[in-house]
């Protein structure tokens, strides 16, 4: 595991086990850190970013507060896996059923731990893009306990991108504030990327100036917002930052931006290329095709694919773009009930959605931009559903999870 960085593998658990992790891995030492007791863990998480985290439940005698406590306080830290080693993995689910970190559970017998998680392992430490979601709300913020599970914060996905560091960063949203304040407690300066808007509506652009790494004259960053009605990205962008609506205007970032006005046509980019076709939404909003190490992702988060009006050539044409994708990111803020009083609005149901991107031969499907009014209750209702679609087709189908992640591993077969 050439690629893994130092501290990559965090273990709480007896020493055969470490031994075992680290042999069918090829793991060096300095790539896995063992831990003796669970007062360290905050401390490791605080100081890396490990690839996954193994606990045995007899070294670590958690309960979902104890886990909540450790990985949910900073939202960076709630991407990291948990795998957990437990006698009864149905229990355990139950007990820790209101927990929001992304833990899976393994039974094991008393000597031999299961392949299967053996081969969880190998699977998270396969070199990846990976697709980050940091706001996954649609409209408006929602800081309620309801929505605490999928998560309140507006538009905001990283991709990460294998040997590459820059970021690529897809929306502004109240997630980009998130973001920023992770990059800048594990990377301080010299951060570059490249950000791309869809459209300017508040959930896409709210989070612009609470982005830190705008405020360091190390960092550098391209802005791309497709053309308005008002103008390019830069007049947009300060157009929403005069100083009766906010204190910082756009010449207070003392980062190097540049603002592009992003045409649809395909342009290369030293890690990526990236096109877009307009969506059907009320404003110029972009749906941006990324190919990145030979996989295509699509990220569309606000677009109303029409049912009962016929604007055919724009079916025509999104059908083609989406076309045997590796990975759509889709607005679904609605179900077909509540679309039949929001139509118009310029957002799709989920039902619509999944049906057409079966049709059109999608890989991995990804509902986003829910709706401020969906609790989480109604959220898992539809997760659960979408449950059925896995294998049949898709490889991967779910609703955005705020703090989850898809990864895409390099040099497997993306036609599998
Ligand atoms: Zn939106
Ligand atoms: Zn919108």
Redesign the pocket.
């Known amino acids: 595991m050439k690629w893994l960085k130092k501290n990559s593998v965090v273990i709480l658990g007896e020493d055969d086990l470490v031994e075992e992790i680290m042999q069918k891995n090829e793991l060096r030492s300095d790539q896995v850190v063992v831990l003796e007791h669970k007062e360290q863990l905050s401390k490791i998480l605080y100081a890396s970013e490990p690839e996954l985290v193994v606990l045995d439940e007899r070294k670590i005698s958690a309960s979902s507060n104890l886990l909540s406590d450790i990985f949910c306080k900073s939202p960076g830290i709630r991407f990291v896996p948990i795998l957990m080693l437990v006698e009864d993995p149905d229990l355990s689910k139950r007990l820790f059923s209101d927990t929001v970190c992304g833990i899976s559970f393994f039974g094991k017998d008393k000597v031999n731990v299961k392949e299967e998680f053996f081969d969880q392992v190998k699977e998270l430490l396969q070199e990846s893009i990976e697709v980050k979601f940091w706001g996954v709300r ?2 408006t913020p929602c800081a309620n306990s309801e929505n605490i599970k999928y998560g309140g914060n507006t ?1 905001c996905v990283q991709i990460l991108i294998p040997g590459s560091d820059r970021q690529l960063i897809l929306d502004c949203g109240t997630g980009f504030r998130n973001l920023g304040n992770h990059l800048i407690k594990y990377k301080k300066d010299h951060i570059n990327g490249d950000i791309f808007i869809t459209h300017p ?1 508040w ?2 652009i709210q989070g612009f100036p609470f982005f830190k790494p705008l405020y360091n004259q190390l960092n550098s960053f391209s802005v791309s917002l497709p053309e308005q009605y008002r103008g390019g990205a830069r007049e947009i962008l300060s157009g929403h930052l005069p100083k009766t609506f906010f204190p910082v205007t756009l010449n207070m970032l003392s980062a190097e931006l540049t603002y592009i006005t992003r045409e649809e046509q395909r342009e290369e980019f030293p890690d990526f290329s990236v096109e877009y076709l307009v969506a059907n939404h009320p404003t110029k909003t972009a749906m941006y095709k990324f190919v990145i190490q030979g996989y295509t992702i699509i990220y569309a ?2 677009n109303e694919i029409p049912t009962t009006t016929s604007p055919i050539r724009f079916l025509e044409q999104f059908e083609e773009f989406i076309h045997s994708c590796d990975l759509l990111i889709h607005d679904a803020q609605y179900d077909n009930e509540t679309y039949k009083k929001r139509e118009g609005w310029g957002h799709s149901s989920w039902e619509v959605v999944v049906a057409l991107a079966k049709k059109n031969g999608v890989k991995r499907l990804l509902l986003t ?1 829910h709706d401020p009014d969906s609790q989480d209750d109604r959220l898992s209702e539809i997760d659960e559903k979408l449950k059925s679609y896995k294998g049949n087709p898709f490889l991967e189908i779910g609703l955005t999870k705020e703090g989850s992640r898809i990864r895409l591993p390099i040099g497997c077969s993306r036609t599998a």
């Open positions: 649609g409209s538009s509506h959930d896409h988060p606000d931009h």
